[in-house]
């Protein structure tokens, strides 16, 4: 087992991914786990507070989330980096990485063991449209997501380990055994197979977006979407292809 000196004990992992992708699912994997704690979008309504009413009304259940978590951000990061939920050895963390805004001070993240999950951006945009149609890349989380990962080589002279939803779906056990090594905990079999329904640890947004994952009890086969970006939205995917490629650069791979 690798050792990272930045890895803190207990492990807090936070994982920052952008929106339609598997972060659910890999919500799931980790929370099966008996020695992991597992939290859900912590930010989320620190995010939709400093957002304007426009796009917290493309939110369902908005108002729900707003009363459901904390909208001072300083108090959801000295939650996240205080005593984990039950005393366990191993906090998962599920981020968006569009809720860190720039007004949330970043030296807190410090404290915790920082991941990505990324996705291919013809695949995430395709998805995305479906919900909001005219997307910005900073919708999609990934310059936050560059952003935030050289931020956090610079300050600690490591890489943060990077994990594609592709790579996961395809050889589940390959990619989770890896990053398991790289953060320092052991790999436990427990992560690639849950229960069917909701878990305690869900977001108030559950019912409205995870009706896929309530049925699930593993992770899907891959399978390509060989759906095309609309010609109007080519500036966003080039934009989202470099961003993506800065990253996926340092996959790991099973």
Known sequence: ??????????????????????????????????????????????????????????????????????????????????????????????????????????AWVLGLTNCFLIREPEEMITSFIKVIPEPRPEDLGLPQQVELFEWIREQTGQTPPVIDSKDVLTNPRGVLSRICERIGVPFDEAMLAWPPGPRPEDGVWAPHWYSSVYESMSFAQYKPKNETVPDHLTGVLETCRGLYGILAEHRIKA
């Open 1 to 106: 087992m690798s050792h990272n000196p930045f890895v803190s004990t207990p492990v807090r992992i936070a994982m920052w991914s952008g929106p339609r992708n598997i972060s659910t699912a890999l919500m799931r994997s980790w929370g099966n786990r008996s020695d992991c704690a597992a939290t859900d979008e912590p930010l989320y309504a620190h995010y939709l507070n400093v957002s304007p009413i426009s796009v917290r009304h493309a939110h369902p259940g908005w108002c729900d989330v707003m009363h459901s978590q904390s909208t001072d951000w300083r108090v959801v990061a000295d939650q996240l980096t205080g005593p984990v939920p039950g005393g366990k050895p191993i906090w998962y963390q599920k981020h968006m990485s569009h809720h860190l805004t720039p007004e949330i001070d970043r």
